[in-house]
């Protein structure tokens, strides 16, 4: 099986900055697209960001130019580093993973616990 396990979540002022990392760990043979989600009180949980094996990147229009996700393929760990934050990020910030556990096995997706980002004065 696969694991995912968040760091790096809290409480921060307006205008801060927090980095998010996931790790995956297990059985895997192949890491597709990672990515955050999150998900607010009363809402459905939506994309942030996801980056491909490749590197290449999107986000939601909310968080452009504020948020920037990467990630280390030797570690198999995803980062969000998120700046100039604001009060409607305020969330559980989740991670996923889009894992091949063997050679020609379907890609299955993989979520973290969450973890809870509070942006408040």
């Known amino acids: 099986q696969v694991q995912l396990v968040e760091s790096g979540g809290g409480l921060v002022q307006p205008g801060g900055s927090l980095r998010l990392s996931c790790a995956a760990s297990?059985?895997?043979?192949?890491?597709?697209?990672m990515g955050w989600y999150r998900q607010a009180p009363g809402k459905q949980r939506q994309l942030v960001a996801g980056i491909s094996s490749g590197g290449t990147t999107h986000y939601a229009d909310s968080v452009k130019g504020r948020f920037t996700i990467s990630r280390d393929n030797a570690k198999n760990t995803v980062y969000l580093q998120m700046n100039s934050l604001k009060a409607e990020d305020t969330a559980v910030y989740y991670c996923?993973?889009?894992?091949?556990?063997?050679?020609?096995?379907?890609?299955?997706?993989?979520w973290g616990q969450g973890t809870q980002v509070t942006v408040s004065s």
């Open positions: 297990g059985s895997i043979h192949t890491i597709n697209a």
């Open positions: 996923n993973a889009v894992v091949q556990l063997r050679v020609g096995a379907r890609a299955l997706d993989y």
